[in-house]
């Protein structure tokens, strides 16, 4: 949320927080909330710079700091015996 005049023209940029999707293969592993925020903490990452990690229709959502974005999509590859991939 942001709190502007009417002028203001908002971007992209302007936002501290991203949503990503966790993209894995459902039909051979089933992830848990568990799962991920136990990859997500062995990556060393403060707990303050992620929040929910949502499932909606078997789909797991995570929202993130953005100045980590680049770093997580790049170092967490796998979560248990799953490949994983994010998407923004």
């Known amino acids: ?5 009417d002028f203001y023209e908002i971007e992209k940029d302007d936002f501290e927080i991203v949503v990503c999707k966790i993209i894995y293969a459902k039909t051979f592993e089933k992830l848990t909330h568990r799962d ?3 990859a997500l903490m062995s990556l060393g990452i403060k707990r303050e ?9 078997k789909d797991f959502y995570l929202a993130v700091d953005r100045h ?3 770093y997580l999509k790049d ?9 994983v991939n994010l998407l923004m």
């Open 1 to 5: 949320m942001i709190i502007a005049p």
């Open 36 to 38: 991920i925020l136990g």
């Open 49 to 57: 710079l992620f929040g929910d990690i949502v499932e909606k229709d």
């Open 68 to 70: 980590i974005y680049e």
């Open 75 to 83: 170092h967490l590859t796998m979560i248990k015996r799953s490949k």
